[in-house]
C-alpha cells in the first residue's frame, strides 16, 4: 500500500522540512512506500522576483541564501522522498489520484487562512473522501476571515477524522465541520534525540563550545538582554538567522547547533521543541514583524507538556538553565501514544487497514 504527503514543499524554512521527515518516517512503521508530493510554487510577476533578489543583493546576503538553498536541496536529496509528480490546484483534477491508498494532510501550517500557501489540495479536495487523513495540521490563527467560513466548511467535509496541532484550531475545525476534533502534538516531537542526531551534521565552521543559539525568524526585540544574559553567563552568541556564516546553513546543521547549545533564544515552535527533544533550556520571545498572532501553539505546547512559560519576563533568573525535562518527557511518553491511537484509528476505520 503507498501513502502520500500533502504539506509546504518550497521554502527554506527547518521547522517546516522537519516536519514533513517526521511524518514521512512516522508513516514508515505502516507502510513501506511513503511519498510526498511536490507543492508547484506559486507564480509571481517577474517584478516581483527582480526586487526580491534586488533586495537580497543589497543586504549583501544573496549568495549566503542561494547557499543555503543548496543545502536544504541536498537535505531533501538525501532525506525526503518525492513524488514524481507534483501538484497544482488548477491542475489536480489531472493528478493521478488513484496511484495512493491514503492520502496524509500535515503538519505545519498548512490551513492557515491568511497564508497565499494554502490552496484546496492542502485539504485533499482532489482525492477519495476515504482516503483523507489529517495529521496534526495546523490553522495557524485565532479565527477564520468571514470570507473564508463556507469555504472551509466545504474543504472539512469529506474527513472522518479531524485532528489540529493546537487547541485553538481544533475549536475552530470543530465549529467549521460539526465533528468532533483531536489536538495531537507536532510530528516532529514523536521522535527522541537519538533519532534526530542521525540527521544532524557539524557546520564547516568554528565554534566555541560554550554557546547560546539564537534563532529568531521576526524581529529580535530582546537582542539586548540576550547580549546581557551571555556577557553574564560567559556565552559567545550564535546568531543563526542574523550572521552570514550561519545564514547558508540546512536543516542537518540546525539539528546539530541546538543540540550543542548551553542554551537557546527563539521565537520559532519548532525551535522550542528541538530544544525539548535534545533536553536544552531555551527562552522564548514575541515575534517581531507580525500581526497575527500564533501563541495558540505555543500556550498548547505548554499545557500538553507541562512547561511554565519561558520568556524572559518570568524566566526564574537565579536557575535560568533548570528545566524539569523528565516531567516533559513523561507527558510527552502520553502525548505520542494519542497520537498514534488517533492514526491508527484513521487507517482502519477509513479502509479496514491492518498493519
Known amino acids: 500500500m503507498k501513502v502520500a504527503i500533502l504539506t509546504f514543499t518550497y521554502g527554506d524554512n527547518y521547522g517546516q ?21 511536490k507543492q508547484t510554487p506559486l507564480e509571481y510577476p517577474i517584478g516581483f522576483n527582480i526586487k526580491k533578489n534586488v533586495k537580497q543583493l543589497l543586504s549583501g546576503n544573496y549568495c549566503c541564501l542561494l547557499k543555503r538553498h543548496q543545502n536544504f536541496l541536498r537535505f531533501d536529496e538525501k532525506y525526503i522522498r518525492y513524488y514524481d509528480i507534483p501538484i497544482a490546484e488548477k491542475t489536480a483534477s489531472s493528478f493521478p489520484e488513484k496511484d495512493f491508498d491514503y492520502y496524509i494532510a500535515g503538519s505545519d501550517q498548512i490551513w492557515s487562512p491568511y497564508s497565499e500557501d494554502v490552496n484546496s489540495t492542502l485539504f485533499l479536495q482532489f482525492a477519495s473522501p476515504d482516503k483523507r487523513i489529517a495529521l496534526s495540521p495546523s490553522i495557524a490563527a485565532e479565527e477564520v476571515p468571514t470570507n473564508k467560513v463556507e469555504l472551509y466548511k466545504k474543504y472539512l467535509t469529506g474527513f472522518r477524522y479531524l485532528s489540529s496541532r493546537e ?3 481544533s475549536q475552530l475545525i470543530s465549529m467549521l465541520s460539526g465533528k468532533k476534533v483531536e489536538t495531537l502534538i507536532d510530528p516532529t516531537l514523536m521522535f527522541d534525540a537519538d533519532f534526530w542526531d542521525k540527521y544532524e551534521k557539524k557546520p564547516d565552521i568554528e565554534l566555541q563550545d560554550d554557546y547560546a543559539l539564537i534563532y529568531m525568524l521576526g524581529s529580535n ?10 556577557s553574564t553567563h560567559k556565552l559567545k552568541m550564535v546568531n543563526l538567522m542574523k550572521e552570514k556564516k550561519y545564514l ?5 546543521a540546525f539539528i546539530y547547533l541546538i ?3 548551553k542554551i537557546v533564544f527563539t521565537d520559532s515552535y519548532h525551535g522550542i521543541i528541538f530544544s525539548i527533544l535534545h533536553r536544552k533550556p531555551f527562552v522564548v520571545s514575541n515575534r517581531g514583524g507580525t500581526s497575527l498572532n500564533m501563541n495558540s ?9 507541562g512547561i511554565r512559560s519561558r520568556s524572559f519576563s518570568q524566566l526564574d533568573t537565579s536557575a535560568p538553565f533548570e528545566i524539569n525535562f523528565e516531567g516533559i518527557f513523561e507527558k510527552l511518553r502520553d502525548e505520542r501514544a494519542i497520537f498514534r491511537e488517533y492514526l491508527e484509528r484513521c487507517l482502519v476505520e477509513e479502509k479496514g487497514y491492518d498493519n
Open 17 to 37: 522540512r522537519l516536519q514533513n521527515l517526521a511524518v514521512q518516517e512516522i508513516l514508515h512503521s505502516y507502510f513501506e512506500d511513503v511519498y510526498t508530493i
Open 167 to 169: 487547541y485553538t484550531g
Open 221 to 230: 526585540q530582546e537582542n539586548e538582554k540576550i547580549k546581557s544574559f551571555c
Open 248 to 252: 547558508t546553513l540546512g536543516p542537518d
Open 259 to 261: 543540540h550543542n547549545a
Open 297 to 305: 501553539r505555543f500556550q498548547t505546547l505548554y499545557c500538553k507538556l
